[in-house]
Protein backbone atom coordinates (compact mmCIF):
# COMPACT_ATOMS: atom_id res chain seq x y z
CA UNK A 1 0.00 0.00 0.00
CA UNK A 2 1.21 3.55 -0.41
CA UNK A 3 3.07 5.45 2.42
CA UNK A 4 4.36 8.60 3.10
CA UNK A 5 7.38 8.83 5.80
CA UNK A 6 8.44 11.92 7.96
CA UNK A 7 10.71 12.02 10.62
CA UNK A 8 8.75 10.99 13.67
CA UNK A 9 10.58 12.56 16.04
CA UNK A 10 10.55 16.24 16.67
CA UNK A 11 13.29 18.59 15.21
CA UNK A 12 14.93 21.17 17.51
CA UNK A 13 17.21 23.83 15.87
CA UNK A 14 18.35 26.79 16.72
CA UNK A 15 17.24 30.28 15.62
CA UNK A 16 19.20 30.75 12.48
CA UNK A 17 20.30 27.38 11.24
CA UNK A 18 18.65 25.78 8.34
CA UNK A 19 15.89 23.58 9.39
CA UNK A 20 16.16 20.21 6.64
CA UNK A 21 12.84 18.36 6.83
CA UNK A 22 12.70 15.16 4.66
CA UNK A 23 9.67 12.92 3.31
CA UNK A 24 10.24 9.49 1.66
CA UNK A 25 7.03 7.79 -0.11
CA UNK A 26 6.92 4.10 -1.82
CA UNK A 27 4.58 2.24 -4.43
CA UNK A 28 3.38 5.68 -5.31
CA UNK A 29 4.32 8.12 -8.22
CA UNK A 30 2.59 11.22 -7.61
CA UNK A 31 2.96 14.11 -9.98
CA UNK A 32 3.23 17.05 -8.02
CA UNK A 33 4.53 16.76 -4.14
CA UNK A 34 3.15 19.61 -1.56
CA UNK A 35 4.05 20.83 1.72
CA UNK A 36 2.15 22.37 4.42
CA UNK A 37 2.38 24.27 7.84
CA UNK A 38 -0.26 23.00 10.65
CA UNK A 39 -0.27 24.83 13.82
CA UNK A 40 -1.94 23.29 17.04
CA UNK A 41 -5.81 23.22 16.45
CA UNK A 42 -5.46 25.21 13.05
CA UNK A 43 -6.31 23.95 9.44
CA UNK A 44 -2.82 23.29 7.34
CA UNK A 45 -1.45 25.92 5.34
CA UNK A 46 -0.52 25.01 2.08
CA UNK A 47 3.26 26.07 1.86
CA UNK A 48 4.51 25.00 -1.43
CA UNK A 49 4.12 22.60 -4.73
CA UNK A 50 6.31 20.90 -6.55
CA UNK A 51 6.22 18.66 -9.93
CA UNK A 52 7.45 15.54 -11.24
CA UNK A 53 9.42 17.30 -13.51
CA UNK A 54 10.97 20.05 -11.42
CA UNK A 55 13.59 18.83 -9.13
CA UNK A 56 13.72 21.97 -7.21
CA UNK A 57 11.35 25.44 -6.15
CA UNK A 58 11.63 27.95 -4.10
CA UNK A 59 9.84 30.61 -2.19
CA UNK A 60 11.43 33.47 0.30
CA UNK A 61 13.33 31.24 2.96
CA UNK A 62 11.59 27.83 1.71
CA UNK A 63 13.22 25.41 -0.62
CA UNK A 64 11.88 22.04 -1.79
CA UNK A 65 13.17 18.95 -3.74
CA UNK A 66 11.66 16.43 -5.10
CA UNK A 67 13.62 13.15 -6.45
CA UNK A 68 11.49 10.67 -8.12
CA UNK A 69 14.22 8.44 -8.22
CA UNK A 70 14.89 8.14 -4.80
CA UNK A 71 10.88 8.77 -3.99
CA UNK A 72 11.95 11.60 -1.66
CA UNK A 73 11.77 15.49 -1.06
CA UNK A 74 13.16 17.92 1.14
CA UNK A 75 12.04 20.66 2.54
CA UNK A 76 14.21 23.50 3.96
CA UNK A 77 13.76 26.35 5.63
CA UNK A 78 16.44 28.62 5.82
CA UNK A 79 17.39 31.22 8.68
CA UNK A 80 15.03 29.89 10.61
CA UNK A 81 12.86 31.78 13.21
CA UNK A 82 11.10 30.68 16.64
CA UNK A 83 8.00 31.49 14.61
CA UNK A 84 8.33 29.13 11.95
CA UNK A 85 8.20 26.36 14.78
CA UNK A 86 5.00 24.14 13.87
CA UNK A 87 4.21 20.51 12.30
CA UNK A 88 5.17 20.16 8.81
CA UNK A 89 2.96 17.89 6.52
CA UNK A 90 4.29 16.19 3.19
CA UNK A 91 1.43 15.51 0.89
CA UNK A 92 2.20 13.93 -2.48
CA UNK A 93 -0.72 13.41 -4.89
CA UNK A 94 -1.81 12.01 -8.36
CA UNK A 95 -2.48 14.63 -11.40
CA UNK A 96 -5.30 16.85 -10.50
CA UNK A 97 -4.81 16.88 -7.23
CA UNK A 98 -6.94 13.79 -6.65
CA UNK A 99 -5.57 10.67 -3.85
CA UNK A 100 -3.58 13.51 -1.83
CA UNK A 101 -1.64 11.63 0.70
CA UNK A 102 -1.07 13.16 4.06
CA UNK A 103 1.79 12.13 5.71
CA UNK A 104 1.91 12.53 10.26
CA UNK A 105 4.16 15.45 9.54
CA UNK A 106 7.00 16.84 11.66
CA UNK A 107 7.28 18.68 14.50
CA UNK A 108 9.93 21.40 14.56
CA UNK A 109 11.20 23.71 17.20
CA UNK A 110 13.47 26.85 16.56
CA UNK A 111 14.79 28.07 19.93
CA UNK A 112 15.91 31.72 20.39
CA UNK B 1 -11.75 36.77 0.03
CA UNK B 2 -12.79 34.80 3.16
CA UNK B 3 -11.06 32.10 2.30
CA UNK B 4 -12.67 28.28 3.21
CA UNK B 5 -15.35 28.16 6.14
CA UNK B 6 -16.47 25.91 8.18
CA UNK B 7 -19.05 25.63 10.51
CA UNK B 8 -19.20 24.72 13.67
CA UNK B 9 -15.94 25.15 15.18
CA UNK B 10 -16.58 23.23 17.77
CA UNK B 11 -19.53 20.33 17.90
CA UNK B 12 -20.87 18.11 21.36
CA UNK B 13 -22.89 15.16 20.45
CA UNK B 14 -24.03 12.91 22.28
CA UNK B 15 -23.93 9.16 21.55
CA UNK B 16 -26.53 8.27 18.96
CA UNK B 17 -26.96 11.79 17.74
CA UNK B 18 -26.76 13.18 14.06
CA UNK B 19 -23.45 15.43 13.15
CA UNK B 20 -23.67 17.80 10.56
CA UNK B 21 -20.94 19.75 9.75
CA UNK B 22 -20.58 22.76 6.68
CA UNK B 23 -18.20 23.62 4.68
CA UNK B 24 -18.09 27.06 1.92
CA UNK B 25 -15.17 26.14 -0.27
CA UNK B 26 -13.49 29.24 -1.41
CA UNK B 27 -13.98 31.68 -4.14
CA UNK B 28 -14.20 30.42 -7.27
CA UNK B 29 -13.32 26.71 -6.53
CA UNK B 30 -15.36 24.42 -7.30
CA UNK B 31 -13.71 21.15 -5.81
CA UNK B 32 -14.54 20.00 -1.90
CA UNK B 33 -12.54 17.58 0.00
CA UNK B 34 -13.16 16.19 3.71
CA UNK B 35 -10.12 14.73 5.68
CA UNK B 36 -10.26 13.55 9.49
CA UNK B 37 -7.51 14.11 11.92
CA UNK B 38 -7.36 12.02 15.30
CA UNK B 39 -4.99 14.05 17.94
CA UNK B 40 -1.27 13.30 17.46
CA UNK B 41 -2.53 11.47 13.90
CA UNK B 42 -1.99 12.75 10.31
CA UNK B 43 -4.88 13.61 7.96
CA UNK B 44 -7.03 10.96 6.76
CA UNK B 45 -8.92 11.35 3.44
CA UNK B 46 -12.57 10.60 3.62
CA UNK B 47 -14.19 12.42 0.39
CA UNK B 48 -13.77 14.45 -2.39
CA UNK B 49 -16.63 16.06 -4.04
CA UNK B 50 -17.56 18.61 -7.11
CA UNK B 51 -20.92 20.39 -7.50
CA UNK B 52 -23.84 17.71 -7.09
CA UNK B 53 -21.18 15.16 -7.69
CA UNK B 54 -19.47 12.46 -5.38
CA UNK B 55 -15.85 11.95 -7.01
CA UNK B 56 -14.14 9.95 -4.49
CA UNK B 57 -15.46 8.34 -0.87
CA UNK B 58 -13.08 5.92 -1.08
CA UNK B 59 -12.18 6.81 2.58
CA UNK B 60 -15.32 7.62 3.72
CA UNK B 61 -17.02 4.81 6.78
CA UNK B 62 -19.91 2.75 4.39
CA UNK B 63 -22.29 3.13 7.55
CA UNK B 64 -23.45 6.11 9.03
CA UNK B 65 -21.24 8.57 6.82
CA UNK B 66 -22.26 10.95 4.01
CA UNK B 67 -21.43 13.71 2.16
CA UNK B 68 -23.22 16.18 -0.30
CA UNK B 69 -21.86 19.42 -2.10
CA UNK B 70 -25.23 20.69 -3.93
CA UNK B 71 -25.71 22.87 -6.62
CA UNK B 72 -26.51 25.73 -4.24
CA UNK B 73 -25.12 26.01 -0.68
CA UNK B 74 -22.48 24.33 1.53
CA UNK B 75 -20.93 21.03 1.25
CA UNK B 76 -22.15 19.04 4.35
CA UNK B 77 -20.61 15.86 6.18
CA UNK B 78 -22.83 14.01 8.00
CA UNK B 79 -22.80 11.44 10.64
CA UNK B 80 -25.67 9.08 11.75
CA UNK B 81 -25.79 8.06 15.38
CA UNK B 82 -22.45 8.87 16.28
CA UNK B 83 -20.08 6.78 18.41
CA UNK B 84 -16.98 8.34 21.14
CA UNK B 85 -14.64 7.19 18.35
CA UNK B 86 -16.04 9.27 15.47
CA UNK B 87 -14.50 12.26 17.99
CA UNK B 88 -11.84 13.84 15.71
CA UNK B 89 -11.48 16.83 13.92
CA UNK B 90 -13.19 17.47 10.16
CA UNK B 91 -10.99 19.74 8.10
CA UNK B 92 -12.38 20.81 4.96
CA UNK B 93 -10.25 21.89 1.95
CA UNK B 94 -10.75 23.25 -1.58
CA UNK B 95 -8.97 23.98 -4.64
CA UNK B 96 -9.42 25.25 -8.24
CA UNK B 97 -10.77 23.35 -10.70
CA UNK B 98 -8.35 24.63 -13.56
CA UNK B 99 -4.67 23.58 -12.54
CA UNK B 100 -4.28 22.27 -9.13
CA UNK B 101 -2.19 24.70 -6.59
CA UNK B 102 -2.44 22.69 -3.70
CA UNK B 103 -5.76 22.99 -1.26
CA UNK B 104 -6.70 25.94 0.53
CA UNK B 105 -7.83 24.49 4.34
CA UNK B 106 -10.60 25.62 6.62
CA UNK B 107 -10.32 26.02 10.54
CA UNK B 108 -11.54 22.94 10.94
CA UNK B 109 -14.72 21.17 12.84
CA UNK B 110 -14.02 19.42 16.22
CA UNK B 111 -16.52 17.24 17.25
CA UNK B 112 -16.45 15.63 20.58
CA UNK B 113 -18.64 12.75 21.20
CA UNK B 114 -19.90 12.28 24.88
Known amino acids: SQKIEQNSEALNIQEGKTATLTCNYT??????LQWYRQDPGRGPVFLLL?????KEKRKERLKVTFDTTLKQSLFHITASQPADSATYLC???????????FGAGTRLFVKA | NAGVMQNPRHLVRRRGQEARLRCSPM?????VYWYRQLPEEGLKFMVY????????ESGMPKERFSAEFPKEGPSILRIQQVVRGDSAAYFC????????????FGSGTRLTVV
Open chain 2, 93 to 104: ASSWDREFYGYT
Open chain 1, 27 to 32: NYSPAY
Open chain 1, 50 to 54: IRENE
Open chain 1, 91 to 101: APSETGGFKTI
Open chain 2, 27 to 31: KGHSH
Open chain 2, 49 to 56: LQKENIID
